[in-house]
């Protein structure tokens, strides 16, 4: 399947058709605009004639995946996908007939920008469009951009990078400045979608084969919220294993390479997920997984997991993304903690570890939407606990949970290293320990002896 190039062809691919346009009258543009810009009239109706629209932006309601929705879709051939008066008070119209109707917006941007030929006037259609776009998430519908080529300037900068899912075409030309204005030793790989998934800044880079399905999956699982908490997922180990018999035992069992991880437990619990990538600050980790999933009653909830690396500060920002999003969205939340602890190097401390941590713990705490957490491994320290639900926390027989690595203790308490098995012991880092101690709710039990056990 060929990329789309006009505005219609994307609304055909991601709706198969299914598609109602938002009628507008503006008339014929005259006196060459706002600004007067000689010749801008002709130059509008020689792109009207061009392309067979009147603006650079289609809008109406469709329905991809099943999902009513209300679409944006740029037209690159009218002056460049340019944005202007005319531009901005469509999509303004687009977003507040999502609000009255309580329907998702998807925007499928291929602009240049700001058009040159209104000036300012032109320039202010960015503030009214992130406007929108806040009313919108303020009203807790979500919006999906899918990111065509090109995606540049404003367009790229309000509804572009200020959608909640960020998706793009194969290769499109993807950044703030045009391919005009930048420096002339300006790496152009650098202005592509890849790179910007590389980076943190879109969630995904989807074939147009595979577009439609993607973003119905998208569409269906940010409109169908779970109800109340998420239960917690059962254990995947054998049934009927016996507690820790003490602090070393714990931690050996966490730290067996063989333990199941993450992607184990999102594989039995939600199989059919989409997930967020990137912190939107220009950093990616691959050991924090966080997206949607879908539950085996239809119903949605979000998830964010790590997975037994030492996290780093793109994965805890990422995670309080994820948080956000699904509070807004009214989706109830299950993390799933496993890691060493949080990354101490000094690449993490410049990208800011301590202020990541601290955004993480501030949306876990101020979260709307119920929070479940289970401990699959290793709990190491704040790391850890900056995932962990208060009051909602439970464990697996696999695990443990510390207020610092024992080796890490025993070095601070100026004990010799031999002495790490006893200080695991002196830790009370079992996970009945954590029972005992009103850290965790239970231990949950393996999926062959029932979901969980208080």
Same mark, same amino acid.
């Given at each position: &399947? ?16 299914? %598609? ?15 600004? *007067?810009?000689?010749? #801008? ?34 037209? %690159?051939? %009218? ?36 058009? &040159? ?44 990078? *200020?959608?909640?899912? +960020?998706? /793009? ?44 399905? !993607?973003?119905?999956?998208? $569409?269906?699982? $940010? ?15 054998? =049934? ?24 184990? @437990? ?21 050991? &924090? ?13 979000? @998830?964010?997991?790590?997975? *037994? ?6 994965? %805890?920002?990422?995670? /309080?993304? $994820? +948080? ?27 990208? *800011? ?11 876990? /705490?101020?979260?709307?939407? =119920? ?13 850890? $606990?900056?995932?962990? /639900? ?9 695990? #443990? ?21 006893? !200080? ?28 969980? +056990?208080?």
């Amino acid at each position: &399947m060929s990329e789309p190039t006009t505005a219609r062809e994307a609304i055909t691919l991601v709706t198969g058709g299914d %598609f109602t346009e938002l009628p507008f009258t503006e008339g014929p543009l005259a006196d060459d605009g706002p600004i *007067g810009w000689p010749g #801008y009239s002709a130059a509008h109706a020689r792109a009207s004639a061009r392309t067979g629209e009147t603006e650079s932006v289609v809008c109406g309601t469709g329905v991809v995946g099943g999902v009513p929705v209300v679409l944006i879709s740029f037209e %690159f051939g %009218f002056l460049g996908g340019s944005l202007g008066e005319r531009t901005g008070a469509r999509a303004a119209a687009a977003h507040a007939l999502a609000r009255a109707r309580r329907l998702p917006v998807v925007v499928l941007p291929a602009t240049g920008g700001s058009r &040159m030929h209104e000036g300012m006037r032109a320039l202010l259609q960015l503030q009214l469009l992130a406007r929108e776009s806040e009313l919108t998430r303020a009203a807790g519908l979500p919006q999906i951009a899918v990111l065509r080529n090109p995606t540049t300037g404003g367009g790229w900068a309000t509804l572009g990078a *200020g959608s909640d899912v +960020v998706l /793009a075409l194969p290769g499109a030309q993807v950044g703030f400045a045009g391919s005009r204005v930048r420096p002339p030793d300006a790496d152009p790989l650098a202005y592509t979608a890849e790179a910007q998934l590389a980076h943190g800044h879109i969630d995904a880079v989807v074939s147009p084969a595979a577009l439609r399905d !993607t973003l119905g999956r998208w $569409l269906s699982l $940010l409109t169908r919220p779970a109800e109340g908490p998420v239960p917690p997922p059962w254990a995947l180990v054998a =049934p009927g294993m016996p507690p820790a018999t003490s602090g070393r035992e714990a931690v050996a069992r966490a730290r067996h390479p063989e333990r199941p991880r993450a992607a184990a @437990y999102l594989d039995a619990y939600v199989p059919v997920r989409e997930e967020l990538s990137g912190d939107r600050c220009g950093g990616v980790d691959p050991g &924090m997984r966080c997206g949607f999933g879908r539950l085996a009653d239809g119903r949605t909830v979000a @998830y964010a997991a790590q997975c *037994g690396t030492a996290t780093r500060p793109a994965g %805890f920002r990422t995670a /309080a993304r $994820l +948080v956000r999003l699904a509070e807004r969205l009214g989706i109830p939340v299950l993390t799933l903690i496993d890691t060493p602890g949080a990354a101490n190097d000094p690449a993490a401390e410049h990208a *800011g570890a301590g202020p990541a941590i601290a955004d993480l713990f501030a949306a876990v /705490a101020s979260a709307r939407v =119920p929070v479940t957490s289970l401990l699959i491994g290793e709990g190491g320290s704040g790391g850890a $606990l900056a995932l962990a /639900a208060p009051g909602n926390l439970w464990a697996t027989p696999d695990s #443990y949970f510390s207020v610092i690595a024992p080796e890490a203790a025993a070095s601070i308490l100026k004990r010799p290293p031999e002495d790490a098995a006893a !200080t695991a012991d002196d830790l009370r880092l079992r996970p009945q320990d954590l029972v005992d101690l009103g850290i965790a709710r239970g231990v949950v039990e393996s999926r062959g002896t029932g979901d969980a +056990v208080a």
